[in-house]
């Protein structure tokens, strides 16, 4: 088990209801926890066009989760 | 003029005489520029405003990225974008971006780069508020649980 | 708005922000802009300033209907185009291209198509005066007859 | 033989030495009075990118010429 922060933006934030939380989590990677986060949050759909920063970088999916970690979660974006 | 940041958030209108001002170099022919504007409607919604969210720390890194690449690929001379943040009206630029080249073809191609990348890389979501009085987040469908 | 010539010839410095102002368009979600602007060197020859001819009448007529075709091609909601004549100093707009459109695609390549057939189409003449003191018409290696 | 006008522009007015002139030719399209015009203003060249209008309408080097036409003769473009 590892501590991680996760944050929320924007329709995400306002589905789970939350900007942020820490928890102590299993999961290895993004994809991983956000599947454990849809349990907590269960408006949250699939994250099919969603985008995953690590302590902000643009991250992949799979990317290893590290104790201490800050995951960004990001809905679909619509800039432009 | 160097020292304008080519990626900028702002939270009031843009000044797009100013960003014309920093793009200005006698070595380039050719200056093109690209303006997003709010439309009174998308998807057959009639919208009245909209509501920009952006996390500037990571919207401004993953900008610059964008520029940088297009400055490379394109040979392009200079590039800047501005994207605003926050509430915005109806014919309000919600971004701008230009590109200057010594030849057309390049500032044209980088100038369409740029903006493609933008808006499916940054961390910026659009919030419509319609004249129905519902407001919601743009490309969200899928954002929510179906059985909810 | 709707009461501005789509093409003009302009013998002062071109008003940018008055273009942009006569194209906003609320039903417009893209804004694509072109810029012709006086570079300093020409085939690696160093110019210091330029003189642009304009056969009035018939630029405007053929640039109107080039506005036209751009419009229908890529389904503009509308298309600008302002062109200097006279003498115009390094870093002067030598033409501007706007186009308006719901959607970007269409507003960039309706813009493009413009200013490729601007240069091809439109009877004008770029002189340009060289640092060396010489004065040249751009395009016109094979105007004159090589035996004299 | 039939009476045409003809206006020379930018590099051509400066090979000429005339703006317009006035005068009688056999020639029945503007490529054939181009090139007669040749005969009397030797720094001519040829005309490969040049463009032609007729009375004021952009024309096509093989189109007939009539009485009383203005023949344009513009040297190669070089706006925007």
């Given at each position: 088990m590892k501590q991680v922060h996760v944050r929320w933006f924007a329709a995400y934030r306002d589905l789970t209801g939350v900007e942020s939380e820490t928890l102590?989590?299993?999961?290895?990677?993004?994809?991983?926890?956000?599947?454990?986060?849809?349990?907590?949050?269960?408006?949250?759909?699939?994250?099919?066009?969603?985008?995953?920063a690590i302590n902000d970088e643009m991250s992949d999916w799979s990317s290893p989760l590290n104790p201490g970690d800050t995951v960004l979660f990001f809905p679909p974006v619509s800039g432009g | 003029?160097?020292?304008?940041?080519?990626?900028?958030?702002?939270?009031?209108?843009?000044?797009?005489?100013?960003?014309?001002?920093?793009?200005?170099?006698?070595?380039?022919?050719?200056?093109?520029?690209?303006?997003?504007?709010?439309?009174?409607?998308?998807?057959g919604r009639a919208v009245d405003r909209l509501e920009y969210e952006v996390y500037e720390p990571l919207a401004v890194a993953e900008g610059l990225r964008i520029i940088e690449e297009a400055m490379q690929r394109f040979k392009l001379k200079r590039a800047m974008v501005v994207h605003r943040s926050g509430l915005l009206e109806l014919?309000?630029?919600?971004?701008?971006?230009?590109?200057?080249?010594?030849?057309?073809?390049?500032?044209?191609?980088?100038?369409r780069y740029i903006i493609d990348e933008?808006?499916?890389?940054?961390?910026?979501?659009?919030?419509?508020?319609?004249?129905?009085?519902?407001?919601?987040?743009?490309?969200?469908q899928e954002c929510e649980n179906p059985r909810n």
């Open positions: 102590d989590t299993e999961a290895t990677t993004p994809a991983a926890l956000f599947d454990e986060l849809k349990g907590r949050h269960p408006r949250l759909g699939a994250r099919h066009a969603a985008l995953v | 003029m160097n020292d304008t940041p080519l990626f900028q958030v702002s939270a009031t209108p843009i000044d797009i005489p100013a960003i014309r001002q920093a793009m200005l170099d006698t070595d380039c022919g050719a200056y093109a520029q690209f303006e997003g504007w709010i439309r009174n409607k998308n998807d014919g309000d630029s919600a971004v701008v971006v230009a590109a200057t080249s010594p030849h057309r073809d390049e500032a044209f191609k980088g100038c933008v808006k499916v890389r940054l961390p910026i979501w659009k919030k419509e508020h319609y004249a129905s009085g519902e407001r919601e987040w743009v490309n969200c």
